[in-house]
Nanobody
């Protein structure tokens, strides 16, 4: 059974940095894409990034530059490094694996089948 677990969420000051991690278990190979999403109350999950097996990453338009993803297949982990955080970056951050056949060209949450429970990021001004 595929299981994802996010970690690293915290309270951070505006301008600070934070690294989130997503650990994946229950997969039989590393040939899967991993997406990061952010959700705030009252809004749907917003796609941050999608990373494939070789580490190639697609970023949502709003997240290019300050958000950087790295992938470690040996550890079944994908990290999201966030720099120069702003109060509007606050929310619950989720990682997910898309359904078979879904590509990283469209980072859209309905295309994702497996999800972690999320980790809370709070940014104080």
């Amino acid at each position: 059974q595929v299981h994802l677990e996010e970690s690293g969420g915290a309270l951070v000051q505006s301008g600070g940095s934070l690294r989130l991690s997503c650990f994946v278990s229950g997969v039989t190979s590393d040939d899967y894409a991993i997406g990061w999403f952010r959700q705030v109350p009252g809004k749907e999950r917003e796609g941050i990034s999608c990373t494939v097996r070789d580490g190639s990453t697609w970023y949502g338009h709003s997240f290019q530059g300050r958000f950087i993803v790295s992938r470690d297949n040996a550890k079944n982990t994908v990290n999201l490094q966030m720099e120069n955080l702003k109060p509007e970056d606050a929310g619950v951050y989720y990682c997910g694996i898309p359904s078979v056949g879904a590509s990283c060209n469209d980072i859209y949450y309905p295309k994702y089948k497996w999800w972690g429970k999320g980790t809370q990021v709070t940014v104080s001004s």
